[in-house]
């Protein structure tokens, strides 16, 4: 620590000739679903700099154009456009502008404050080549709603894709992906270990290894979290009961469908629905 002190300081520098656009969870309820914080784009001035030694966010930078500088392994090293930067929680690291150069990156923060955040298996910082217009373009599109006209059906939307192509650029598609895309279209089943094992074409112990080296979760878990993710949608749509979303996701009582939601969310169904549509509503049950 005492070398990671010596070429890095803890700086939160942004510019007065930067220019930022910024959405947080409080302009954009679906954030909470997904753990995100803060999303935004930067147009970085020659000042900008970001040092931090000991970080409770997780944090996904993309460069989009131009060229900084990303500190990880001890040194500064250029960053170019075409890279995301991924920075976990409690991993030092800093990241700047090069005076002479223009630099725009966009970015997702996400933070373990809220109980649904992502716990993503990477122990420091890295670099990783990254399609830069899906996640540049879902960003700038979920701004233009927030400031505009932020209808909730298209907030939710544009924060499923920011969180999606954030998820496929810090962890690329894994050999699980088809089963998961499988049960993503069958929610309603009774879905368990054993059935997603033989789904897989592989034993329950091979099954519980690699979900942990692609997910770090355990298979029931994401099962859980695949769910709930489709139960927000659903309940951000107004068009379902409470207990046509619990069974639309596997739940036969409501009661059980209301506790597990709490338990991953933070919140009721009936208190997510108020927050996502303006409305405020009683406890469900």
């Not at 050999?175 to 993503?184: A, E, M, T």
């Not at 139960?231 to 639309?248: D, Q």
């Amino acid at each position: 620590m005492l070398e990671i002190n010596a070429s890095l300081g803890e700086k939160h520098i942004i510019g007065a000739q930067t220019q930022e656009w910024l959405i947080s969870y409080k302009e954009c309820a679906p954030f909470r679903m997904y753990g995100i914080a803060l999303v935004g784009i930067t147009q970085a001035g020659p000042q900008f700099c970001f040092e931090r030694l000991a970080p409770t966010i997780t944090q996904l930078l993309v460069g989009v154009e131009g060229e900084g500088e990303v500190w990880m392994d001890g040194d500064w090293r250029p960053f170019e456009a075409g890279n995301a930067f991924f920075t976990p929680a409690h991993a030092p690291h800093g990241y700047r502008a090069v005076p002479g150069k223009p630099w725009r990156v966009c970015w997702v923060i996400y933070t373990t404050e809220f109980r649904h955040g992502p716990t993503l298996g990477i122990s420091k910082p890295q670099v990783a080549p990254v399609d830069v217009a899906p996640i540049s373009s879902a960003i700038q599109n979920l701004h233009r709603e927030a400031m505009g006209a932020a209808e909730p059906a298209m907030l939710r939307d544009w924060s499923s894709l920011v969180h999606a192509y954030a998820q496929r650029a810090i962890a690329p598609t894994g050999r699980l992906q088809p089963l998961w895309s499988d049960v993503g279209l069958d929610l309603a089943h009774p879905w368990s270990v054993e059935d997603l094992a033989d789904r897989a074409g592989m034993s329950l112990e091979h099954l519980r290894r690699l979900c942990h080296k692609e997910i770090d979760r355990s298979p029931m878990r994401y099962v859980t979290e695949l769910r709930m993710r489709q139960a927000a949608a659903l309940l951000a749509s107004e068009s379902y009961t409470i207990e046509e979303v619990a069974s639309r996701v596997g739940y036969e009582n409501p009661f059980a469908f209301s506790t597990a939601f709490k338990r991953c969310v933070g919140h009721s169904p009936s208190q997510y629905r108020g927050k996502i549509t303006g409305k405020e509503i009683g406890e469900f049950g």
